[in-house]
């Protein structure tokens, strides 16, 4: 048995499937990855600085420019074919959630809707200073690829910088964000882990959590991330998202039509 077959028997046998993502499924949208190296005005700085609360209060110009160009990045970007396979997976009559480190919108603009963003998203900037939540006007600026400084909006209660709605180094992920994960792993047969470097904690522990649930962990990326002392219950699909998990989904379908 191939480890596409592999794959998809675990899948067909699945009720609920849980896809943990990473910034490789909207690599294919023109998103970069976080290991891509940073260009133009960032060039030079680690992402790892530029996401820390002390990296904006130091430059609160240089890191809101940055999350200005990404959301801008975003709201240009399209759902590629990895974030519609898995849509479409929902489809099969299998429950599909997404726990996803991105903060784009892309999974939601192609249609899932149980999708978790356990760093935050683009779209809920924050008072720095009151935390409250704020509403941006639209974007009277548009940043270039190269970057600019951007000084930071003002809170309307209490006048403080307005700060990206992202999880930082350091920081505390979302409220009840881990607790809704990990009630998901616990209760999914199958954990499919899409397009990130595993080293970000707490999310780089989904596929052990599992494991220890004797789950079955699909692997998908365009590095073999090769496959453990599980290989019962691992299996590594090397390839690009948007082939990977469209092969699956057709793969998928195909055996549905057939029960
Ligand atoms: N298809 C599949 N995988 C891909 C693709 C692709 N087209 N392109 C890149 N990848 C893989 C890379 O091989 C890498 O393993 O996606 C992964 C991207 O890794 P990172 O850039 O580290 O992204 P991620 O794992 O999501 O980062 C986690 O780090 O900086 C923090 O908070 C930030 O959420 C982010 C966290
Ligand atoms: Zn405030």
Redesign the pocket.
Known sequence: MTDYEQAVKALIEAKKIVVST????S??SGIP????GLTGLWAGHN??YL?TANAFRENPQLVWGWYLWRRQQVARAKPNA?HIALHQMATLGRKVSIIT???DDLHEKAGSKEVLHL?GSLATPQCFACHRPAVLAADNVQVTDFGALIEPPRCKKCNGKLRPGV?WYGEELPKGAWKTAMSLIKDCDVLVS???????TP?SDLPDIAFGLYKTVIH????DQGVGEHELNEISLV????EVLTRLYSMMSKEVQTQ
Not at 22 to 25: H, P, R
């Open positions: 990473g910034a490789g499924i690599q294919e990855t976080y290991r891509d992402p790892q996401e990895g480190q991105n903060i760093h999880v899409v397009g990130t470097s595993g080293i970000v999310a998908v990326n365009t590095i390839g690009k998202a948007t």
